[in-house]
């Protein structure tokens, strides 16, 4: 468009080239061929535009149909009371991790196979308890069961010992990750206030997305045949200036060969009165 293009070449089969080319140099004959290339590709725009609209229209009623098919899962929101349980658990472990830190055993903090330990000692306890108490046990049985209590309490003492040796580091990583699980609460928070926004946003884009293709398409028919018209009157436009520089040249010519005709006349006229001249002065 506009300056950026310029003629480089005149095509080989062009007749009289070599005349046409002054007239193509000619700013007036440029800037009339410039506007006329404008409107062409102004003209060949609103075309693409015009069978794009129809693309558009395609594309957003696949946007909307498959809004509408993903909608109803969506609304009642669902996930809210997973969200709200998660939210309650989340509550919970905060207060379990207080108590853990409170009464600093380390139990709190337990793993799940150090928990399974835990419940197998108490068993273990109450079942030598149960037997510490049967009365019809032999003497040899009771200092068995004395030496089997020993062993519990060591076992039991060194499981609360390592519970107790690691409270501090274990409760700085559920801190950690209860940070994370907040993070991603707040997330799921956000992405659920953003559908609840989006239904009520998304019909209302659609609807004005179509109203915009629909005020567009009577604009480009209306468009298009006027730019069409400007483009005629301006190729003929520029017809009219090549016509009427191609006139002058040939008038140019004309007056060019009638000047070349007296030239010749008198250079015959001056030729013819030298030779009368000369005739006589011979004789």
Request: glycine residues 6%.
């Amino acid at each position: 468009m506009g300056w950026f293009w310029s003629i480089r070449e005149l095509p080989a089969q062009m007749p009289h080239a070599r005349h046409l080319a002054q007239v193509l140099a000619q700013h007036e004959f440029q800037e009339a061929l410039k506007n006329w290339r404008d409107l062409r590709f102004l003209q060949k725009n609103l075309a693409e535009w015009h069978d794009k609209l129809g693309t558009y229209g395609d594309m957003l009623a696949t946007r909307r149909k498959a809004y509408a098919d993903k909608l109803p899962p969506v609304q009642g929101r669902p996930w809210q009371a997973r969200l709200d349980a998660l939210r309650t658990r989340r509550d919970a472990v905060v207060g379990e991790i207080a108590a853990g830190e409170q009464a600093g055993d380390g139990a709190a903090f337990a793993d799940a196979n150090e928990t399974a330990l835990r419940i197998r000692i108490e068993g273990a306890r109450k079942l030598i308890d149960g037997l510490a108490a049967d009365a019809s046990i032999d003497a040899e049985s009771k200092a068995e069961v004395a030496r089997a209590r020993e062993r519990l309490r060591l076992a039991s003492g060194v499981l609360d010992w390592r519970l107790s040796q690691s409270a501090l580091d274990r409760a700085w990583a559920a801190k950690k990750e209860l940070v994370g699980l907040d993070a991603g609460l707040a997330d799921a928070a956000r992405r659920d206030a953003d559908l609840a926004e989006a239904q009520k946003t998304e019909p209302a884009r659609f609807d004005a997305f179509d109203k915009r293709i629909a005020a567009l398409d009577p604009r480009l028919l209306l468009l298009m045949p006027r730019v069409a018209a400007l483009g005629r009157e301006q190729k003929v436009a520029a017809q009219e200036i090549a016509v009427a520089e191609l006139t002058r040249h040939q008038e140019r010519l004309a007056s060019y060969e009638t000047q070349a005709r007296f030239a010749v006349a008198q250079l015959y006229d001056r030729a013819y009165a030298k030779a009368a001249n000369d005739g006589p002065a011979k004789r």
